[in-house]
């Protein structure tokens, strides 16, 4: 919902109340039942108040959904960029909105490699430490990253540096990308231990190489300045296995 129609229905409620209690007065009523009424009053204002947002909040929820159906159903990548793109317009006074339609067009240009958008879009998200847990990690493991990706590698280790106890406590649970392994891959490089980041390197193409993250791959790769060797067979294989069940 709008600010200014949300100012509309506070100013509405204000003033409703304030006459409700003239009518009260009027009446005469005595002290317990003044207070009674009121109360009532009060309990029902902050009822309409909970029902109309909460109703706005499901449309702008639906409308998500509606442009998800490119992705998931139609599979047309650029039509959901493009669908999104248009909701942070119409949505703009959404707070919530605007968090999730960012942290969904950074997973868009993600797909396409644009890690020039995708840094932007993360750079634009309203107040990042307000968002809850999964998304919070997702977003400053992204950022690290795509600050690494753009060449903003003193940014992408302060990142890591910052976060670390986020970081330490998404490792104790299976993780569905390689992420995480890039940003300890770069801090050791970073830090001179080039041998280790080359180790880290090799096991996170054994445990992560797909087809759809080799141009990450190939990007860390050349940062660290690692050879892509061509992968065992079992270890493409097992490649697969572990995406399945992730």
Same mark, same amino acid.
């Given at each position: 919902? &709008?600010?200014?129609?949300?100012?509309?229905?506070?100013?509405?409620?204000?003033?409703?109340?304030?006459?409700?209690?003239?009518?009260?007065?009027?009446?005469?009523?005595? #002290?317990?039942?003044?207070?009674?009424?009121?109360?009532?009053?009060?309990?029902?204002?902050?009822?309409?108040?909970?029902?109309?947002?909460?109703?706005?909040?499901?449309?702008?929820?639906?409308?998500?959904?509606?442009?998800?159906?490119?992705?998931?159903?139609?599979?047309?990548?650029?039509?959901?960029?493009?669908? $999104?793109?248009?909701?942070?317009?119409? #949505?703009?006074? &959404?707070?919530?909105?605007?968090?999730?339609?960012?942290?969904?067009?950074?997973?868009?240009?993600?797909?396409?490699?644009?890690?020039?958008?995708?840094?932007?879009?993360?750079?634009?998200?309203?107040?990042?430490?307000? $968002?809850?847990?999964?998304?919070?990690?997702?977003?400053?493991?992204?950022?690290?990253?795509?600050?690494?990706?753009?060449?903003?590698?003193? #940014?992408?280790?302060?990142?890591?540096?910052?976060?670390? +106890?986020?970081?330490?406590?998404?490792?104790?649970?299976?993780? *569905?990308? *390689? &992420?995480?392994?890039?940003? #300890?891959?770069?801090?050791?490089?970073?830090?001179?231990?080039?041998?280790?980041?080359?180790?880290?390197?090799?096991?996170?193409?054994?445990?992560?190489?797909? +087809?759809?993250?080799?141009?990450?791959?190939?990007?860390?790769?050349?940062?660290?300045?690692?050879?892509?060797?061509?992968?065992?067979?079992?270890?493409?294989?097992?490649? &697969?296995?572990?995406?399945?069940?992730?």
């Amino acid at each position: 919902m &709008s600010k200014k129609k949300t100012a509309l229905l506070v100013g509405g409620i204000v003033v409703s109340t304030a006459i409700f209690s003239l009518v009260v007065q009027y009446l005469q009523l005595s #002290e317990k039942l003044f207070v009674t009424a009121i109360t009532f009053w009060m309990i029902l204002m902050v009822g309409i108040y909970a029902f109309v947002t909460l109703r706005a909040g499901r449309k702008t929820v639906e409308k998500i959904e509606k442009v998800n159906l490119l992705l998931t159903e139609e599979h047309d990548l650029d039509a959901y960029i493009a669908g $999104l793109k248009d909701l942070l317009i119409t #949505e703009k006074d &959404s707070f919530q909105a605007q968090q999730i339609l960012r942290i969904n067009l950074t997973v868009a240009y993600w797909g396409k490699h644009d890690f020039k958008s995708a840094l932007q879009m993360l750079q634009e998200i309203p107040d990042p430490r307000r $968002l809850n847990r999964p998304n919070a990690a997702f977003y400053w493991a992204n950022l690290a990253l795509a600050n690494f990706y753009n060449g903003n590698d003193e #940014e992408g280790l302060r990142i890591v540096d910052l976060q670390r +106890a986020a970081f330490t406590e998404m490792r104790k649970v299976k993780q *569905p990308s *390689p &992420s995480l392994a890039f940003l #300890e891959i770069f801090e050791a490089f970073y830090q001179g231990s080039i041998e280790d980041a080359h180790a880290l390197f090799e096991t996170a193409r054994a445990t992560w190489e797909t +087809a759809d993250n080799a141009v990450e791959f190939a990007l860390v790769a050349e940062k660290i300045g690692a050879e892509l060797l061509p992968l065992p067979e079992k270890a493409t294989e097992e490649t &697969s296995d572990a995406l399945i069940e992730a």
